[in-house]
């Protein structure tokens, strides 16, 4: 909290330590839901192939100018309660007060407003904004806040996992835990030995791309904030991975997995019955791509593969075209010069798959709204 010295008109409180809020979209006097039509709707989602019922809730409470859509999207995913149980949400205004007021009271809690009055400006305000669509909070927080569930945010977790069992366990536990809170994790596996390297043991290691199936199954299992949605997670390795191949491969292979079971009569579907035997269906892939990749790209000059333990040069290839065409996957994050740090020179492991937000940190968190931009005009 910063102090901030407030010049408020006559007949106000004197300068205090706080927050100094101004009414934009509403009126002293008058709470937001007030002069709104509210009407009750009944939202109900069947299967699309069998016309099977698969969620129901009846009466729910909307202003008359929300869509359909809208409507169904919050009813489905952030009221709060089981279906049919008393304490189950049935209205907007629930869900909009569980988040609003409980934000409200923290801040009045740890001194961020200068008087009542502010704190009821920020009430309202927000009350305003969010019932009118001007902007929305990311998922985590209609899951979370106001709830006994632990108040968790962010929309996504920047991870990292070292070349350990110890570190790689800990990533399963982790995206785990993130995805049950309702938000979404990524990580840059590049730390990881290659299939190709040997282990103090003797043996051969087993490499980022098996590691990534017991974290892919996890995050289809995990339902994000125990909502009926599925996990949100990102992977990303480096170009000079010596199983940069496999990895993008992967998907390739899965997908031609699936159209040959869908010929053969499987539910292949998203969320089909039968889906969950193929694997790499729960994560965005994603190559990172350096400069001296795209400078070897332009000149026509080889690019070597590197063993994560020694650093030697295992082989000299790179394609990612083929995969790239058929399913839009892996994607390229290009990591530049200019997002290198000086101290370390690691550079940014990941990126999220969110073009409007800037690279992040591993062991970093981002926390997203979405604004309304026509009505921002």
């Known amino acids: 909290m910063s102090d901030t010295v407030i010049n408020r008109p006559s007949g106000k409180a ?19 839901y007030e002069g709104v039509n509210w009407e009750r709707r009944d939202v109900v989602q069947t299967n699309w192939k069998s016309g099977e019922v698969v969620f129901e809730q009846r009466g729910v409470e909307y202003p008359d100018f929300w869509s359909v859509n809208a409507s169904t999207i919050v009813t489905t995913k952030y009221f709060r309660g ?43 305000e927000l009350t305003y904004m969010l019932l009118h669509q001007v902007f929305s909070f990311n998922s985590p927080v209609w899951f979370n806040v106001g709830t006994s569930a632990p108040q968790q945010v962010s929309a996504c977790f920047i991870l990292s996992v070292d070349d350990t069992m110890e570190s790689i ?28 390297e040997l282990l103090k043991s003797g043996g051969t290691a087993s490499g980022p791309v098996s590691f990534m199936r017991g974290a892919d199954s996890s995050a289809g299992t995990i339902k994000s904030g125990g909502a009926t949605r ?42 089909g019955k039968d889906i969950i035997s193929v694997q790499y269906q729960n ?47 892996p994607g390229l994050a290009q990591i530049l010069e200019f997002n ?3 101290q370390s020179m690691i550079g940014i492991p990941a990126l999220r798959p969110v073009a409007s937000m800037p690279p992040i940190l591993a062991r970093n968190i981002c926390h997203l709204i979405t604004p309304h931009a026509t009505l921002l005009l």
């Open 14 to 32: 004197k300068s205090e330590k706080g927050l100094s809020m101004e009414r934009i979209y509403t009126t002293a006097g008058q709470h937001p």
């Open 82 to 124: 089981a279906v049919g149980a008393e304490n189950r949400e049935h209205s907007l205004k629930q869900v909009i007060d569980r988040v609003v007021l409980t934000y409200t009271k923290a801040g009045k809690e740890h001194g961020y407003f200068a008087t009542p009055e502010d704190a009821e400006i920020f009430e309202h």
């Open 169 to 196: 366990l800990n990533w399963y536990r982790e995206e785990g835990m993130i995805f049950k809170g309702g938000s979404g994790a990524g990580l840059n596996l590049s730390r990881i030995r290659s299939s190709k």
């Open 230 to 271: 599925r996990a949100a997670k990102m992977v990303v390795l480096d170009i000079d991975h010596p199983d940069i191949e496999e990895f993008i491969e992967t998907k390739v292979r899965e997908e031609d997995k699936i159209r040959a079971l869908r010929d053969a009569g499987f539910d292949m579907d998203l969320g």
């Open 283 to 329: 994560a965005n892939n994603s190559v990172r791509v350096n400069d001296e990749f795209m400078r070897a790209y332009e000149s026509g000059a080889k690019f070597g593969l590197t063993a994560r333990a020694t650093g030697e040069v295992m082989k000299r290839l790179i394609l990612v075209n083929y995969s790239a065409r058929w399913q839009r996957l």
């Open 340 to 342: 290198m740090t000086p």
